[in-house]
């Protein structure tokens, strides 16, 4: 609002998965109504969401991978009601965890199409196979579009390496031109972003294992106090 992305008069489609969350969203929006004046908030999955109108303007919170269902979702739906002059923001994960979609896709392109990413990571001048196989996703879910892309890495509030893809100047695609063969425009420092990402991502994981260590030391010692207060009973 404050950087004048969204407009308060415009329609605003808001999505939460959790029904306590969405309901503490919608009397977030009511209380102040110029803010978001025409809310439609949507409780479930991202891609069980009916898109009735254009879009200028969607920031997918995904912090996660992109699945498949969220992929089938961006090339059946949201791609077909994309404005020329709409931006996508999307946050996702840097690492894939459990994300089988992402594998999969990683695997498909090694095996059918390694030339498309060496092209990207030339283009990009990248080789991190994490940020290269998300373009390439995003250029394949967006089959309808050419667009330019920046790339950034901030989330300051997760345990885990975000990264935020930013999507704009949408231009049809040429039948005639293959999706590697175009190339992708990609501002801001991704090589120090990603050294940031993976300092953030080893700081995280080491802030995790200390804390399980003082949980266990808490455990220990709180059933060190269980077994001397029974005995304590059992004496008595």
Same mark, same amino acid.
């Given at each position: 609002?404050h950087? $004048?992305?969204? %407009?308060?008069?415009g329609e605003h489609v ?10 503490r ?9 110029? +803010?978001?004046r025409k809310?439609?908030?949507?409780? /479930?999955?991202?891609h069980d *969401?009916r *898109? ?7 920031f @997918?919170? @995904?912090? !996660? /991978?992109?699945?498949?269902d969220?992929a /089938? +979702?961006?090339?059946? !739906? *949201?791609? %077909? ?11 996702l994960?840097y ?9 999969d896709m ?5 095996e %059918? ?5 060496r #092209?990207l990571s030339?283009?990009?001048k990248?080789?991190k196979?994490?940020? @290269?196989?998300?373009v390439?996703?995003?250029?394949s879910?967006?089959? $309808?579009?050419d667009?330019?892309?920046?790339q950034?890495v901030w989330? $300051?509030d997760s &345990? ?6 930013? @999507?704009?100047d ?9 999706m590697?063969?175009? !190339?992708?425009?990609m &501002?801001?420092v991704? /090589? ?6 993976k300092k953030?991502s080893?700081?995280?994981h080491k802030a995790?294992e200390?804390? #399980? ?6 455990? &220990?010692a709180?059933?060190?106090?269980w077994?001397t ?8």
């Open positions: 609002m950087n $004048q992305l969204v %407009h308060p008069d808001l999505v939460e998965r959790e029904a306590e969350t969405a309901s969203i919608k009397d977030l929006v009511a209380s102040d109504p110029y +803010w978001i809310p439609r908030i949507h409780t /479930g999955e991202l *969401l *898109l009735a109108n254009k879009i200028d303007y969607a @997918l919170d @995904l912090t !996660g /991978g992109i699945t498949k969220v /089938g +979702w961006v090339e059946n !739906g *949201l791609q %077909h009601m994309l404005r020329p002059k709409a931006r996508v923001a999307f946050t994960a690492g894939w965890r459990t994300n089988q979609y992402m594998y990683q695997s498909y392109i090694k %059918h199409d390694p030339k498309g990413l #092209r030339e283009a990009l990248i080789d196979k994490p940020i @290269l196989v998300y390439y996703v995003l250029r879910i967006f089959s $309808q579009w667009f330019s892309l920046d950034t989330y $300051q &345990q885990q390496s975000m990264l935020l893809f930013r @999507l704009h949408f231009v049809r695609r040429s039948a005639t031109m293959k590697a063969d175009v !190339g992708v425009k &501002q801001g991704i /090589g120090r972003c990603c050294g940031q990402a953030r080893a700081a995280a995790w200390t804390r #399980r260590a003082e949980a266990a030391k808490r455990s &220990q709180a059933h060190k106090a077994k207060r029974r005995k304590l009973a059992k004496a008595h």
